[in-house]
């Protein structure tokens, strides 16, 4: 599977951005999905995963009531929906295709990176 994630950019505090993962390759559904992201200094982390027949979503604790995760395994894309942004959420943010934990050992197959960047 290759992954390629896009959407980053640079918004105000309290903007919204989509991200999307377009997929291509080995059968995307089957997959468990994940965000991941990491900031300057810092390790990578959990953000959100869904399972692969989107019945499922897990969210970091810290992104809970602000982001969404979704798919469509018809378009072999996954979506992060990111509302009321903070500074905090400042990072490269990463999509990921594996067996389904907040673990980053647990994925296989990783996208390239988007930059988000959340201006105070």
């Known amino acids: 599977v290759q992954l390629q994630a896009f959407g980053g950019g640079l918004v105000q505090a309290g903007g919204s951005l989509r991200l999307s993962c377009a997929a291509s390759?080995?059968?995307?559904?089957?997959?468990?999905m994940g965000w991941f992201r990491q900031a300057p200094g810092k390790e990578r982390e959990f953000v959100a995963g869904?399972?692969?027949?989107?019945?499922?979503?897990y969210y970091a604790d810290s992104v809970k009531g602000r982001f969404t995760i979704s798919r469509d395994n018809a378009k072999n894309t996954v979506y992060l929906q990111m509302n009321s942004l903070k500074p905090e959420d400042t990072a490269v943010y990463y999509c990921?295709?594996?067996?389904?934990?907040?673990?980053?050992?647990?994925?296989?197959?990783w996208g390239q990176g988007t930059l988000v960047t959340v201006s105070s």
């Open positions: 990921a295709a594996g067996l389904g934990s907040s673990a980053p050992g647990a994925y296989s197959y």
């Open positions: 869904i399972n692969w027949s989107a019945g499922s979503t």
């Open positions: 390759g080995r059968t995307f559904s089957g997959y468990f």
